[in-house]
């Protein structure tokens, strides 16, 4: 018999698993009530999919999940409040249709951050009565460092920051405290946290937003990681920097990719994939595990970006890089819902 994962590191920190709504039934379901102890839907609950019109919210399938992770006494994370990606186009127009980006007039430009600020503030109110309840852990916004901006502090350029500057982020996180309680833990979720320049970008924002006064509990890092990279040595230091500010850490899509990047050559099929692969990848979650519980003050939750290898974003990311077909298997479970050796090198 296969013991369970959740079980298994109770006394450090709580073990999710990213979900669509139709993975809360048949053996996924049953996976997801045996190893996990918390829960995060993988797209439904992303602004294109809550308010893809304006004022029209769309709460039936992210429902689902949360009512799945009552019923099973789990705790559930918000994926994502803000974000640049998978945002309807309607945020970001002014009251006649126009693109606020393209704004050259320095009052309009000044109307427009209000309506737009406005909008956040709508956003994540309706959303945070909604779920305060429901809801241990937010993202209240995702990705706004970018390494390749073309600005000195890695701030990503996507409309929310054009048209407000940061302010867009203070907006978010007081609305989402104001709403949710003190209780509520708020999150600053990216990728690549591990790593230089984005490392620093990340903490020099933080930091200063705290200093301002802006109510941030913790800092999750999406782990989508590699066999080789990043080093555990980097991925030590990020979790100690944040630390050292006061905040929790909490790994929030973890997934270790069997390639670099890109992802090529790809193996084309799961039964092609050596078992020498397998090997190096339980060694790799053997000593990402270790670290975490060396480290398990710091950090409350892990969270797998997917339960088993037949469902995984990376498939289609090797596929797009590798001429149309690829499989990646990133996961401790294999795409038959057996365990891999990387579930026996953290279960042990
Ligand atoms: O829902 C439509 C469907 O109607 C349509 O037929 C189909 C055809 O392409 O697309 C479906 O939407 C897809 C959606 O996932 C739901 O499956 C989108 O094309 C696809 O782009 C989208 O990908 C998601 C991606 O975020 C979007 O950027 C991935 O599933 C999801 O795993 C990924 O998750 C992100 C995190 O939110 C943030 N961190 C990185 C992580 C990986 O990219």
Do not use: C
């Not at 407000?164 to 999150?187: M, N, P, Q, S």
């Amino acid at each position: 018999d296969v013991a369970e994962l959740d079980e298994r590191y109770e006394k450090s920190f709580t073990i999710g698993a990213a979900v669509e709504t139709s993975q809360l039934e048949g053996k996924d379901g049953e996976m997801l009530k045996k190893h996990y102890n918390s829960l995060v839907a993988e797209n439904i609950m992303k602004p294109i999919n809550i308010q893809p019109e304006e004022g029209k919210f769309n709460f039936k399938e992210a429902d689902k999940i949360v009512k799945f992770a009552k019923e099973n006494d789990m705790d559930l994370r918000f994926h994502t409040l803000i974000w640049h990606s998978q945002v309807p186009e309607w945020f970001f127009l002014d009251k006649e249709g126009k693109k606020m980006v393209d704004e050259t007039d320095p009052k309009q430009r000044e109307k427009n951050k209000k309506l737009l600020l406005k909008r956040v503030e709508t956003h994540v109110k309706t959303i945070v009565k909604r779920y305060k309840n429901d809801v241990d852990s937010w993202d209240v916004v995702n990705e706004v460092i970018d390494e390749y901006a073309p600005n000195d502090k890695g701030l990503r350029e996507s409309p929310w920051y054009q048209i407000t500057g940061t302010d867009y982020i203070a907006v978010a996180f007081e609305t989402a405290r104001r709403f949710a309680g003190k209780d509520a833990k708020l999150y600053i979720n990216d990728y690549n946290t591990e790593v230089e320049p984005k490392r620093t970008h990340l903490y020099n924002l933080v930091k200063e937003l705290l200093e301002q006064g802006v109510p941030i509990d913790g800092v999750g890092h999406q782990g989508h990681i590699q066999l080789g990279w990043p080093s555990l040595q980097e991925t030590r230091d990020s979790i100690n920097m944040f630390a050292s500010l006061g905040l929790d850490n909490q790994i929030t899509e973890l997934d270790v990719s069997l390639y670099g990047w890109p992802p090529r050559p790809a193996f084309k099929s799961y039964e092609e994939i050596p078992d020498e692969v397998f090997q190096a990848q339980a060694e790799r979650y053997d000593a990402l595990f270790k670290l975490y519980e060396e480290l398990d003050d710091k950090i409350s939750n892990v969270t797998f970006w997917g339960i088993t290898d037949n469902h995984t974003w990376l498939d289609d990311r090797a596929e797009e890089y590798n001429d149309g077909v690829g499989k990646d298997a990133p996961f401790v479970f294999d795409p038959y819902y057996n365990v891999k050796p990387a579930y026996w090198a953290i279960i042990d």
